[in-house]
Nanobody, 123 residues
Framework: QVQLAESGGGVVQTGGSLTLSCSAV????????MGWFRQAPGKEREFVAN????????YYADSVEGRFIISRDNDKNMVFLQMNNLEPEDTAVYYC????????????????WGRGTQVTVSS
């Protein structure tokens, strides 16, 4: 059983930056592909980014490519999402996710979810 806890959300102005963190407890962290999803009001949860166990392979949604950076620290059991040049459309609850399979994670059916952290981008 893996427990995930996000932090770092908040309110930021358009064009600003924010870094989210996710800590994992339980399991062997390096066994899991880690990812971030988000859900805006009235919309379905959507994939944002993932990072392989090694930290060297990453994958991003088109909407955040070039603006967001996902990374992980296997020694600290943490994954991060650096968000730059934020837009009002980025406003959402951001969720951390973990799964041994990168395919299952990208499909939106990971084994584990965090509870989410709110990010609000003001115009």
């Amino acid at each position: 059983q893996v427990q995930l806890a996000e932090s770092g959300g908040g309110v930021v102005q358009t064009g600003g930056s924010l870094t989210l963190s996710c800590s994992a407890v339980g399991g062997t962290f390096s066994d899991y592909t880690m990812g971030w999803f988000r859900q805006a009001p009235g919309k379905e949860r959507e994939f944002v980014a993932n990072v392989a166990w090694s930290g060297t392979a990453t994958y991003y949604a088109d909407s955040v490519e070039g603006r967001f950076i996902i990374s992980r620290d296997n020694d600290k059991n943490m994954v991060f999402l650096q968000m730059n040049n934020l837009e009002p459309e980025d406003t959402a609850v951001y969720y951390c996710a973990a799964d041994p399979s990168p395919r299952e994670l990208v499909r939106g059916v990971p084994d584990y979810w965090g509870r989410g952290t709110q990010v609000t981008v003001s115009s």
